[in-house]
C-alpha cells in the first residue's frame, strides 16, 4: 500500500490543535563501551521521560534499513515527503545550506575552487584547500570582473575553496553537466546541456567559466574553477497545501531554515541556542498550527565525538520542556533526524528515538525516553520516519476518515 | 518507497571489514505441544546467546507475510535480491539443485517421465514413480539415443520419476512453453515458442521429444516424457558488482552452491558437516570480505519430524562458534533462511530468528537467541529478509551516507 502525499492531502481537514516537531539533530546514539549508555540513555531528562511515559514511543529509520542520511532527505522524510522521490538537486540544497533565499526561476550550482595547468588539466581539484578568507576574495574579484547578458551572478564563499554560484534571469534551467571531472589528471569539462531546455544556460555557464577563468589566472593555487549540481529550486506542495497547517520554523542553522522554507513555513528569527529557540516559541505560539523546533549542538557534540557534550546537551534541552507544556500544545512529538553516535563521530544508519505525545495517542509502556527502551514501544523499532508526520496530523484530529 | 539493489549500489563503498553470514538451513521451529519449546530455544546454545546478547535480534519474513518459501528465494532476499523480482526459472532451479554447472547460453528444463496411451493422452504424470535407479538407466538411454543437429543434450536424473534436461549451443531460448498438461487424461503438449526468439528451440524440442518416444516406446511405464519450466541462467548483477563485496559460498549442498556461485561468489570446496565448514572458513579467512556458511542438517531434521536432532544439530554449531568469534570478525549474521518446523515436517511462514552482531550495532535487550526472545528485539518480529544484507554492509561500514 502505497500511502503518498497525495492521500494525506485528501484526508486533511481544519482544525485549531497546536503541534511541535522537536528535532534534536542526530539525536540517536551508541555506548561508547560494549554495554554502556547512549548519551540519551545516560542524560537527566525527567522531562521528556515523562513525555515518553504518557506518550508512544519507537524508533524511525529516515530513508531505510542500513542507509545513513544527510539531514536534508532525513528532513524531508519527518515532514512526510519521500526523501527518495523529492531530491533537492545539489546546487539548490547548497544554496539552502548557506541561506541563499533562491527564487523560482534561479538555478544554483557548487563551486570548487580549483589548480589546473595550462591545458585545463585538473592539477588539484581543491586548489591546495586555500582558506574561506581567500575564498570569499576570490568570490569578490569575481563579482566584480564577471559580467552576463541579462543574467545576475550571485557568488558567495560557503568554506574553504567551496563558493556557491546562483543565475538569475529568465529561461534559466538546471539541465546543464558538471564542468568538474571528478578526478585529477583529467580535462575541466566543457559545461554541455543535458537537454534541449538547458542549451541556452550552457552557453552562458560557458561563458561565465571563459571570463573566470581569465580573472583567476595569475591567482595560484586558485587560477581555476569547477561547477556541478546545477539545479532549480524544486517546485513541491508545501505543507499548508498538503496538510492544512500553517507552519513555523524555528532554527538557528542556515541549511535547516532553507529546508523549511522550501515547504512553504515562515521562518522565524532566532539564534541558534535552545533557550532562545524556545523563547521565539512561546512569543509565536498563536500564530501557527505547527512549529518545527530545530536544535543544533546535540549533532554537533556527536560529531566531535565528544558523548559527554552531547549528554549535557540533551538535559539542557529537556530542562526546556516544561516551557513547552505550559504552551498546552495537542501534540508533542520529540525525535532527531538521524543518528550521531559519538562513537563513530559521523552521523549513522541507526534508528532514531522517537516519542509522539497527545492526549489521544494510547499510551504504552514505555517509561523512558532513550534508544533499547524505545525498541519497545508501540512505533516499534523501525518504524519509517515518513509515517511520522501523518500520525502527529491524526492526534491533532487533522485528518478525516478513509471511506464510508 | 523503494530501495533496489541499484540504490545501494550507488551507496557501497570500499571497506576492510569482514563479514560472516551463517545460515542454519529450516532454523525457525514450533514446540511439539502447546506451551512447549522450540527446537531452537530447547538447545544449548550459550554462544549464541552471548551473540544476542551483545547484538541485535529480531525475525525475518523470507517473502511476506504467511508466505511458506522454498529454499531458493529464501536465499535470494538474504542476499538482498528480492525474489518477486528475481525469478529463477524452474529449470535454471533444477540444474542448480543438482549442481550442474549451467552455462549463459544454456536452456535448462524439469523432465518427468510418465505413462501415455497410443494417442499421448497422459495416464500417470508420474510413471508409477520409478525409482532413482530406473530413472537413471532411462537418462543413460536417452543420452545415447537421442541426438540433435549443433545442440548438445545433457540428461540427469534428480530423483524418483524426475529429470534435468539442458541444451547447450548457440542462439537458445528459454521462451518454450510445457509440454507437461499438468492433467491426466489430457494429451501431451506441443513444445510451443512462446515468443519469436523460442521459435528454433521450440523446434529442437520437439524434436528431442519426439525421438525420446522412440527411446521409450518399450519401457512401460515410462514409455513417454513432460518438459516444463525452460530457463536460461538469469543474468543478475554479482554482490561484487552491487556492495564490493568479494563473497565466498561454504555449503555442502548442491543447490545452494549453485545460487551462490549465481550471486557471483566463489564456491569454496568443503563436505557437508558443519564442523568442516567452519574448518573451510578458517582456512580462506584472508581472501573474502563475505562468507556465507550453509549448515543443512538443521533443516533435514525439521523435515523429518525429529525435533531431537534438530536440537542436537543446533547445539552442534552453537559449539562452533567459539571458533568464529576467535576469526575476529567484524559483522556476524545467524539466522535461518525459512523455518522448518519438526511439527509440520515441512518449511513454514513463520518468521525466522535473526541475531547481528556488529561492535557498531547498538545492543537491545535480548538476552538469549530463541523464537519468543527475538519477537522483543531491536530487528522487530517481522523483519523483512532483504533488508538483513544493507544492514551488514551499513555495519561492516561498507555503506556511504546518502544525500547531504
Known sequence: MDLDLEFYRDLAQPATSKIVLLVMDGLGGLPMEPGGLTAL???????????????ICGLHEPIGPGVTPGSGPSHLALFGYDPLRHDVGRGALAALGVGFDLGPHDVAARGNFCTVDKDLIVLDRRAGRIST???????DLL???????????????????????VLRGNGLSGDVEDTDPQMVGEQVLEPKASSSA??????????????????????????????????RKPNWPTIEDLYGVRGAAIAGYPMYRGLARLLGMDVLETGSEPAEEFGVLERHWADYDLFFVHVKPTDAAGEDGDWARKKERIAEVDALVPRLRALQPDVVVVTG???????????????????????????????????????????????????????????GLRLAKFGA
Not at 540513555?41 to 506518550?55: C, K, Y
Not at 552557453?203 to 539545479?231: I, K, S
Open 337 to 395: 533526524d538521524h543518528s550521531t553516535p559519538a562513537l563513530l563521530k559521523a552521523h549513522s544508519w541507526h534508528p532514531v528515538p522517537v516519542l509522539l505525545w497527545s492526549p489521544h495517542c494510547r499510551a504504552d509502556d514505555v517509561e523512558r525516553f532513550g534508544e533499547r527502551a524505545c525498541v519497545h514501544g508501540a512505533l516499534g523499532p523501525r518504524f519509517r520516519a515518513v509515517d511520522l508526520m501523518p500520525l502527529m496530523l491524526a492526534n
Open 198 to 231: 538547458g542549451k541556452r544556460t550552457a552557453r552562458l555557464v560557458a561563458d561565465f567559466v571563459r571570463q573566470a577563468r581569465e580573472a583567476l589566472a595569475d591567482r595560484q593555487p586558485a587560477n581555476m574553477l569547477l561547477l556541478r549540481g546545477f539545479a
Open 143 to 165: 563579482r566584480e570582473q564577471v559580467q552576463l547578458a541579462n543574467v545576475t551572478c550571485f557568488i558567495q564563499p560557503v568554506r574553504d575553496y567551496r563558493f556557491l554560484l
Open 133 to 139: 578568507e581567500q575564498c570569499a576574495a576570490l568570490c
Open 41 to 55: 540513555e545516560a542524560a537527566e531528562t525527567p522531562n521528556l521521560d515523562a513525555l515518553a511515559r504518557e506518550g
